[in-house]
Nanobody, 124 residues
Framework: QVQLVESGGGLVQAGDSLRLSCAAS????????MGWFRQAPGKEREFVAA????????YYKESVKGRFTISRDNAKNTVYLQMNSLKPEDTAVYYC?????????????????WGQGTQVTVSS
């Protein structure tokens, strides 16, 4: 069992930065790939980024490459999403998720555990 709690969201202006954190509990955290997804009002939940248990092989949605960085600290059971050069189209609720495997995936179906989400709003 893994429980996830996101934090770090907020209201920022275009071009600003935010760092989201996802604190995980559960002794199986270290063996799982972790991902970030987001859902904007009226839209489907979409993949943003994922990282393997060893923090290698980060995988990103094309539109966030070069702006977002996913990382994890297994000693702290925490995953991060550093978001730079934010755009209004990045506005969404951001969710942390723990995969059922060690492999990164862009499919929400491959993630067993989800946090409650944190709101990110980027004004123009």
């Amino acid at each position: 069992q893994v429980q996830l709690v996101e934090s770090g969201g907020g209201l920022v202006q275009a071009g600003d930065s935010l760092r989201l954190s996802c604190a995980a509990s559960g002794r199986t955290f270290k063996s799982k790939a972790m991902g970030w997804f987001r859902q904007a009002p009226g839209k489907e939940r979409e993949f943003v980024a994922a990282v393997t248990w060893s923090a290698g092989s980060p995988y990103y949605k094309e539109s966030v490459k070069g702006r977002f960085t996913i990382s994890r600290d297994n000693a702290k059971n925490t995953v991060y999403l550093q978001m730079n050069s934010l755009k209004p189209e990045d506005t969404a609720v951001y969710y942390c998720a723990a995969s059922s495997t060690i492999m990164v995936s862009a499919s929400a179906d491959d993630y067993d555990y989800w946090g409650q989400g944190t709101q990110v709003t980027v004004s123009s």
